[in-house]
């Protein structure tokens, strides 16, 4: 007998023991799961779940994070009247993002069509907002928003209409916290980054945001 048969002879028992544990790890994983379903298919734990489930609301801190090209979370739920406090991260490393809310497309012609450059409606539109923290800002427009109050400096904050809908553009590894009551504007919203025009909202920088009624 060699060597590499012995090794073989010896290690063979190992590999089996390890797949009959990973086989019996999977089976009793998959049985549980069928198990927690079945039981939850037939139990009123199940409707009383479903019926909760779109009650679910993002409300006090939110995180949203961009990167290249993309918002993690895509897509958000808040309802009308609750307290948000918003953490925008810029986690991409070298390229600025903004974020927009709104509803319908404005858009631009260009030599392959039309294309959409912004949303049409500003969600902040007479919305107060208390600007919590900045760091690593290129610039805020605020258009019809109210700012409340807002930490200084403040030099990359751009106020009043007519320079764009309200957006904060982050640099990489920038961020921003605000805090506002969600409006009373149900429905569904998009959000998006129009950098570059319609490139990064185009590669995937956008999401959605359904608004509840407020709770009564
Ligand atoms: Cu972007």
């Known amino acids: 007998m060699n060597v590499s048969d012995d090794l073989e002879k010896n290690q063979q028992p190992l ?3 390890e797949w009959s544990r990973r086989e019996f790890l999977l089976g009793a994983g998959g049985l549980a799961v069928v198990g927690v379903g079945a039981l939850f298919a037939k139990s009123p734990i199940a409707n009383a779940f479903q019926s909760l489930r779109p009650q679910t609301t993002d409300q006090g801190h939110v995180r949203l994070y961009q990167g290249d090209f993309y918002f993690d979370p895509n ?4 309802r009308v009247g609750d307290q948000v406090t918003l953490h ?10 903004e974020m927009w809310i709104g509803r ?8 392959f069509g039309p294309i959409a450059t912004g949303f049409h409606t500003d969600f902040w539109d007479g919305v107060h907002i208390n600007i919590l923290e900045a760091y ?9 928003a109210i700012v409340t109050s807002q930490v200084s400096p403040h030099p990359w904050l751009v106020t009043g209409p007519g320079n764009g809908n309200f957006s904060p553009t982050l640099e990489p590894g920038g961020y921003v916290t605000w805090s506002f ?9 998009m959000y998006g980054c129009f950098v570059q025009s319609y490139i990064h909202y185009d590669e995937g920088m ?3 945001i359904d608004i509840l009624p407020a709770k009564v």
């Open 206 to 208: 956008r999401g959605t």
């Open 88 to 97: 925008l991260m810029n986690q991409s490393p070298n390229r600025p993002h």
């Open 136 to 144: 690593h800002v290129s610039n805020w427009v605020t258009n019809n």
């Open 15 to 17: 590999v089996e023991r």
């Open 181 to 189: 009551t969600v409006p009373n504007k149900p429905g569904r919203w």
């Open 75 to 78: 897509h958000m739920q808040w």
């Open 104 to 111: 319908g497309f404005d858009t631009t012609p260009t030599e």
